[in-house]
């Protein structure tokens, strides 16, 4: 079949001349489409058809319009950073009173250990010079020590509570970080999913009637189908939802970044998704460690070890973290815009651009003090791979 063409006998006065469907050109359901509003304009005419084409794109877009609204009225994760709050306050209300507990027992083994002892009164000739037995015999004495002890062991017992307290607040916190966390990833997939549902449905129930109304607008303004344009569908638009409700809190802040370089990175620290992708860490000080042309990944594992002696979360500050952080005013100390160690200082590398000097991957590049730290740095060779070098240590801050 070379062309399509809609004939007619009696045609009404407004209906423009027929559009050649090129079969060639087009699948089967635009050629049915397009030939079946040839006849429908023919059989109508170009105003009742233009008024038909109107009116289905209106109805499209009020359909469009009708997902659009449910779709707003989905959970855009205001709540969630109030997750294990409520976990986190009783627990820091417990340690008040297990901090209230040691103010009060401190306060009674001082009363305790400054509480006048009445020895009483002894004639001379009782007391031998050297002899201290009657006094620390006496019962003043011992009912003092007594009181003493005891009010020592319940300081110890409610140093020991407190202690636990603490602990309890920190994983108490650790815990809402993670409920917090999870809020936002169940917030941000369900919203993802239900987009997706809204213009699947769209399409699957809108899309022959937009396609028709562009066709019957084509055939009314005189359009060959090789010329007719049908517009994008219209679409539900994904919802503004609230901070950090997005892609992000489904990844966890230990996983690699996807920036990273796995085999160059190893297991360090400062390569993954929480240290290169949440804010500026906040910085420790300096340690150092000693390297002999181990692969980057174990340099980065030792200069880890490194700042460890900085406490728990310690890690040693990559390079990558230096591109992105130094010289930035976060509102507490981070990484500087230059070196302020001497030496040479070795940041753990996760990507390529810390071995731009080498094609080796247990050589990278390194800073003397003063040199900029977004600049690849000046030492090369043995200078910043072998011997004791320092590290910046860091840690994340949430």
């Known amino acids: ?85 409520e976990a986190v306050k009783a627990a820091k209300d417990a340690q008040a009173t297990a901090d209230k507990a040691v103010t009060d027992a401190e306060t009674a083994h001082n009363s305790a250990l400054n509480a006048e002892v009445d020895w009483g009164k002894s004639t001379f000739s009782s007391v031998t010079k050297g002899n201290c037995a009657g006094f620390f015999g006496s019962s003043a004495w011992t009912e003092a020590e007594a009181k003493v002890n005891a009010a020592k062991d319940a300081l110890d017992k409610a140093k020991g509570s407190a202690k636990t307290a603490a602990d309890e607040v920190t994983t108490m916190e650790e815990a809402a970080k993670e409920a917090v966390k999870k809020c936002k990833c169940d917030a941000y997939t369900a919203h993802e999913a239900a987009l997706k549902a809204s213009n699947e449905k769209i399409t699957t129930a809108n899309k022959d009637a937009w396609t028709k109304a ?119 100390t981070t990484i500087p815009s230059n070196d302020p160690y001497g030496g040479h200082l070795v940041p753990a590398c996760c990507s390529a651009g810390c071995h731009k000097y080498h094609s080796n991957t247990h050589k990278r590049i390194c800073y003397t003090s003063g040199q900029n730290l977004k600049q690849a740095g000046e030492q090369k060779g043995y200078g910043c791979w072998s011997g004791t070098r320092e590290v910046m240590c860091v840690k994340n801050v949430e």
């Open 214 to 332: 562009a066709h019957l607008k084509c055939v009314v303004a005189g359009t060959a189908v090789d010329k007719c344009t049908v517009p994008p569908l219209p679409a539900v638009k994904a919802v503004t939802l609230s901070e950090g409700v997005d892609n992000s809190a489904c990844v966890q802040d230990h996983e690699v970044a996807k920036s990273v370089d796995a085999t160059l990175a190893g297991s360090a620290k400062g390569c993954t998704h929480g240290a290169l992708n949440k804010k500026a860490p906040k910085l420790l000080g300096e340690a150092s460690f000693s390297q002999n042309a181990q692969t980057s990944a174990k340099q980065n594992e030792l200069g880890d070890s490194a700042c460890a002696k900085f406490g728990a979360g310690a890690y040693s500050a990559s390079w990558d973290q230096f591109q992105k952080f130094a010289g930035s005013s976060p509102g507490y």
């Open 1 to 85: 079949m070379a062309l399509l063409a809609a004939v007619v006998t009696a045609m009404p006065a407004d209906v423009p001349p027929s559009v050649e469907v090129h079969s060639a050109d087009f699948t089967p359901a635009v050629l049915a489409s397009f030939s079946s509003a040839q006849k429908l304009v023919q059989e109508q005419g170009t105003d009742a058809c233009k008024e038909l084409a109107d009116a289905t794109e209106k109805a499209v877009e009020d359909n469009v319009a009708a997902e659009q609204d449910l779709l707003n009225k989905i959970d855009k994760g205001a709540s969630c950073p109030t997750s294990g709050q």
